[in-house]
T-cell receptor, first 114, second 110 residues
Framework: DVKVTQSSRYLVKRTGEKVFLECVQD?????MFWYRQDPGLGLRLIYF???????EKGDIPEGYSVSREKKERFSLILESASTNQTSMYLC?????????????FGDGTRLSIL | RKEVEQDPGPFNVPEGATVAFNCTYS??????FFWYRQDCRKEPKLLMS???SGNEDGRFTAQLNRASQYISLLIRDSKLSDSATYLC???????????FGQGTTLQVKP
């Protein structure tokens, strides 16, 4: 069974702090993704990575960066947290393929920026 | 126009009812289709993939109509535990990216 683990279920940080959200998967998936989910807006893609040290911007990358130093780990960084980054953050992973493969999600991190 | 559109609902149905959700997508080049289920305050989980020929998994049946660019999910004999939000998901291109609909909320009442 695929296991995607996010480092924290709940996190409270202050405006201006640098925030790190960690995600680890144990299925040797090449693709990894970071989303945020807000009421009425659905899932929005922030960044994704299809290989170690590779990254691509998603739909809403502003204010975020990512790091993929090892295949199993994909980190999301909020460079200077702001209150509008309060959200549910979801990490996902998948195999690559000619056809898109289903993504498997972690439990999510509820981040509050005060 | 959104790339994947769903009626947000909520759909309120009694136990034992049959309920159907539809979803439309805008990119005719889309190649992969899924239904995910998301419980309140939890992560989305894959419910089933959707194949061109249609597929069934117990009480759940998924259909794909490429000509009209829509996907459907039929739930028969609804259970209380089916109450959740159902996300229609479409993939196209070769990046591994998936496009998620905003979801349709189902409430099954006793």
């Amino acid at each position: 069974d695929v296991k995607v683990t996010q480092s924290s279920r709940y996190l409270v940080k202050r405006t201006g702090e640098k925030v790190f959200l960690e995600c680890v998967q144990d299925m040797d998936h090449e693709n990894m993704f970071w989303y945020r989910q807000d009421p009425g807006l659905g899932l929005r893609l922030i960044y994704f990575s299809y290989d170690v040290k590779m990254k691509e911007k998603g739909d809403i990358p502003e204010g975020y960066s990512v790091s993929r130093e090892k295949k199993e780990r994909f980190s999301l960084i909020l460079e200077s947290a702001s209150t509008n980054q309060t959200s549910m953050y979801l990490c996902a992973s998948s195999f690559p393929g000619q056809l898109q493969q289903p993504q498997h999600f972690g439990d999510g991190t509820r981040l509050s920026i005060l | 126009r959104k790339e994947v559109e769903q009626d947000p609902g909520p759909f309120n149905v009694p136990e034992g009812a049959t309920v159907a959700f539809n979803c439309t997508y805008s990119n005719s080049a889309s190649q992969s289709f899924f239904w995910y289920r998301q419980d309140c305050r939890k992560e989305p989980k894959l419910l089933m993939s959707v194949y061109s020929s249609g597929n069934e998994d117990g009480r759940f049946t998924a259909q794909l109509n490429r000509a009209s660019q829509y996907i459907s999910l039929l739930i028969r004999d609804s259970k209380l535990s089916d109450s959740a939000t159902y996300l229609c998901v479409v993939g196209s291109g070769n990046t591994g990216k998936l496009i998620f609909g905003q979801g349709t909320t189902l409430q099954v009442k006793p």
